[in-house]
């Protein structure tokens, strides 16, 4: 429990001199004492715990991140082309995708994921499934193919895999 | 450098107008929320790199990309959170009117 204390003073304090970037005594110190006083309240309201999983996961980002930035784009210009289309050629539907294989933080990245490509997002989650408005059958049926799923648990496997080490 | 800021700029600001027009076009609110997501992804994404750019500065940079890491954040809990009061209200009507 204090080291987890001391890396969150750490993190925080790191994060200070980066937004602040003054570095006389004074105000080094205040930082200081003010991130050793925000780590001594999380730690009082036991915030700890979930925070050290998902900076786990971070580690396993960078080879996630590339494909959800081109899947963004790729979304983003079909969403804004059917913006743009004078017919408006959309069906907006209600479907489900299952999220029984994932893990908590899983299920929240897969919900936040579907969110943040334009055309799809989760209205409702519970432990079996997310339910998904799209606005086209196509984006549903993308979606229910399951390669964002698939991909998802993998950064989940591998966050697997490191923790054990 | 700046030329390429200015392109994304432009780009991100081009985005913004489709979402804002797609705002008004689309017919409910539930495939509205579709453009005004535009707006939130790549609108702000082209906008807030077109800004690290414009700049030398390192903090300033690191700034912009926290910046662009907590819209991400809180974009897609907004959207949760209006899309499930919408959800709601439509069912409660539906109860009322029965």
Known sequence: MLKHTLITTFILFILWLLLSGHLEPLLLSLGLLSCLFVAWLSHKLALLNSDFQTLRFNLNLPKFLPWFFIELVKSNLDVSWRILHPTLSIQP????????????????????????????????????VIEVHSLTKNLAH??????????ILALESTSAKTSKL | MIIIGWILLLLGSA?????????????DFFSRVHAA??????????ILLGLITQTQDVLIIIKLLLIL???MLTGPTAVHALARAALLDAKDKNSNNK
């Not at chain 1, 479907?95 to 994932?102: A, E, F, G, L, N």
């Not at chain 2, 985005?15 to 008004?24: D, E």
């Open chain 2, 15 to 27: 985005f913004c107008l489709i979402g804002t027009l797609g705002l008004m076009r689309f017919p």
């Open chain 2, 37 to 46: 997501g535009i707006v939130d992804s790549l609108g702000a994404i082209l």
């Open chain 1, 142 to 151: 993308d979606l229910q193919r399951g390669e964002m799923s698939k991909r």
């Open chain 1, 93 to 128: 539907n209600i479907s489900t995708v299952p999220i029984t294989k994932h893990s908590e933080v899983g299920k929240a990245v897969y919900a936040n994921c579907i969110t943040l490509t334009p055309g799809t997002y989760s209205i409702d989650i519970n432990s079996a």
């Open chain 2, 69 to 71: 890491l907590f819209m």
